[in-house]
């Protein structure tokens, strides 16, 4: 079975980075030709932990950036350290299980499944349960919905972005499955032109999978290969970066695959509507800090618009 390449994206996780590359080392069974670990200028030892280790069973490529430039444009930095049929990209809060890698690769492997161009994989958290980690391709109306807090209805469930609706015990194919374990072809890869950097984060796999669809390849969800994956666990002090940086992504988004009056439309309502909905709902439920990051988060976003435009013209 031909090998793969992994692609790892580390910014600051700890001793998470660890606990994953110990993982696909036990796990790997030969099917792993490289690793590259490309760090965003993390501010801890995370990346230290791995680098002074010399017992790893495959070759480990080290991308040191001096400044964060997004998981995007990391992920294309660590595409290009590796030659192997299969790419994985990976986060550095999964943990693999015995199959998590050899059950994917014979699933794409087989001749049967060569439209198959991604793959991905059920993902368990700390309690034991299974995510809902596979999407929809996001309309006006579901970003709307979800502007405005509709989508929080029982009955609008299956209207989600995110397929809560579904129980992710089953395979089958799906629009799109979570960048935390991402199994792609390279050769689909290259030729779509991987990520596109200007996504920073967020959303930037959701645009990869458009694409991979769009260029006549399916993507499989496979409830039989697992992977422990942590998820969350970012600290409170940068909950108003991230609200900025999803909001962001989302125009983005919409500039790139809507129509120009739907990504108008929902820029209208992402700056005028949804502010006003996040502030009540943060007062309802009493939380001072939730007010003040959504405020900081829309600061943010007002001032980035113009870049914003710009950005979404090429």
């Known amino acids: 079975m031909n090998k793969i390449d992994i692609v790892i994206v580390n910014w600051s996780s700890g001793t998470q980075l660890l606990e994953a590359m110990l993982s696909l080392q036990e796990h790997a069974d030969g099917h792993v030709a490289s690793v590259a670990i490309v760090d965003n200028a993390s501010v ?36 290009r350290m590796g030659s192997a049929e299969m790419v994985l ?13 050899s059950l994917p690769l014979e699933y794409m492997q087989r001749r049967e499944n060569a439209d198959v161009h991604v793959t991905g994989i059920q993902l368990i958290d700390e309690t034991g349960h299974i995510q809902r980690a596979c999407a929809r391709f996001p309309s006006l109306g579901m970003f709307s919905a979800a502007a405005v807090g509709l989508d929080r209805l029982p009955w609008l469930r299956d209207c989600r972005h995110h397929m809560s609706d579904w129980d992710h015990a089953s395979t089958r194919e799906v629009d799109h499955v979570i960048g935390a374990f991402y199994l792609i072809r390279r050769s689909v890869f290259e030729s779509i032109g991987g990520f596109d950097e200007r996504f920073f984060v967020y959303l930037e796999d959701l645009d990869l999978s458009l694409r991979v669809h769009q260029s006549g390849g399916r993507i499989m969800f496979l409830a039989e290969a697992q992977a422990f994956h942590a998820g969350g666990g ?21 500039f790139k695959h809507y129509s120009r009056a739907a990504a108008w439309a929902l820029l209208a309502v992402t700056v005028v509507v949804e502010p006003l ?10 939380g001072m800090q939730d007010i003040r990051n959504t405020l900081r988060g829309y600061g943010m976003l007002a001032r980035s618009l113009p870049q914003v435009l710009r950005a979404s013209k090429r």
């Open 234 to 254: 970012t600290s409170r002090q940068i909950k108003a970066t991230r609200l900025f940086y999803s909001l962001r992504s989302r125009l983005l988004y919409g």
């Open 44 to 79: 801890d030892n995370s990346l230290e932990l791995v680098a002074e280790r010399k017992d790893w069973v495959f070759p480990i490529h080290f991308v040191r950036n001096t400044e964060n430039r997004g998981f995007g444009a990391a992920c294309n930095q660590g595409a």
């Open 89 to 101: 990209f990976l986060n550095p809060d999964t943990r693999l299980f015995e199959n998590s890698l």
């Open 277 to 286: 909905t996040r502030t009540v709902f943060s007062a309802a439920r009493g």
